[in-house]
């Protein structure tokens, strides 16, 4: 999975399991999967924790919609999963035992006796790492996951894990998932695409529409309010930040014809380093949005342009 595009799958793009249970129900979200599956999509994102954020929800809802979508059609034997644990970040929610009652509670709610991906979702400095390192080993050891990967990390902390693991000779993390887009660039293109080019680490971003400011939807606060992913937007300060970056993707859509979510997962998918990106969708027209993306091809003066307008 961190060599290349065809290993994701048919289609270049995750499809991100956070709406699944929040902005979705289960008949809505198996109307997507199907459809994201007939355009190739092979690969989903998920965690233990979506969507515990949602009032009365638990954790583990959206594991349970993809879990039961994929055994009514039959499909788990196409699919590429990836979930994970401690999406807090909690003390010693890395721990080995922690780690392994996590993946057990995912993969019934997955009706699956593996994934191919298991992620900590965020770092804790609790546990030590030889503890961490070993607890994940185990799972790729037992067959539970094909492959590891970390999310939300540190730089440091990412390089001082994967060396821990390498050393005491046992699976490291292969794969990044970290916020990249438009907006949020700097930390990726500094210390995050050296790691990766050292450490053979393939990039799956996440965040790739910034909460969906850049469909260009939202650009007073007025067009908030009211909006699932209006609190996430004002509080990441992308109006303040990221009016001009809109106004270049306006001409660019002038040109191209394309949309605005088009032309920014075009961009992360023309970047230095990335595998695929990970984006999620309510309905079948941004499900279509993203299918186009992954094949337009923005020219370098495009490029160009949309990298100055980020900077």
């Known amino acids: 999975m961190a060599d290349s595009h065809p290993s994701i799958g048919g289609l270049p793009l995750v499809l991100g399991g956070n709406v699944f249970g929040w902005t979705l129900d289960r008949d809505g979200s198996f109307e997507v999967l199907d459809a994201f599956y007939e355009a190739g999509g092979r690969m989903i994102d998920t965690a233990e924790g979506y969507t515990s954020f949602v009032p009365g929800n638990v954790g583990g809802e959206s594991e ?3 879990g039961e ?5 039959g499909l788990r034997g196409d699919m590429l999963i990836g979930t994970k644990t401690n999406m807090f970040g909690s ?11 996590a993946m057990e509670g995912s993969l019934e709610r997955l009706r699956s006796d593996y994934v191919e991906l298991y992620y900590a979702h965020r770092d804790e400095e609790e546990t030590p790492l030889d503890e961490i390192t070993a607890g994940f080993d185990a799972l790729v ?6 492959e590891l990967g970390a999310s939300n990390y540190a730089p440091e902390r990412l390089v001082a894990t994967i060396e821990a693991a390498r050393q005491a000779g046992r699976t490291p993390f292969t ?10 660039r700097s930390q990726f ?8 080019t050292k450490y053979g680490v393939a990039s799956l971003p996440y965040y790739g529409l910034a909460a969906g400011f850049l469909t260009g939807k939202y650009r007073t606060k007025a067009d908030l309010e009211g909006k699932a992913r209006g609190a996430s937007v004002e509080r990441a300060g992308y109006l303040e930040r990221g009016l001009p970056v809109l106004a270049a993707m306006d001409e ?5 014809g394309a949309n605005h979510a088009q032309i920014a997962i075009a961009w992360i998918c023309a970047q230095p380093g990335i595998a695929a990106p990970i984006a999620s969708a309510t309905s079948l027209t941004q499900l279509a949005d993203l299918v186009a993306a992954v094949s337009l091809k923005l020219d370098p003066a495009q490029i160009e342009r949309l990298n100055n307008a980020g900077a």
Do not use: H
Request: a negative charge; glycine letters at 8%; aromatic letters at 6%.
């Open 64 to 66: 349970t919609i993809i």
């Open 141 to 146: 050891r037992s067959g539970k996951a094909r």
């Open 91 to 101: 003390p010693g929610g890395l721990a080995p035992d922690k780690v392994a009652s």
């Open 189 to 196: 293109e500094g210390s995050f695409l050296e790691i990766c």
């Open 69 to 73: 979508w994929m055994e009514l059609r």
């Open 175 to 184: 794969i990044l998932q970290n916020e990249y887009n438009l907006i949020e």
């Open 252 to 256: 660019v859509v002038r040109e191209t």
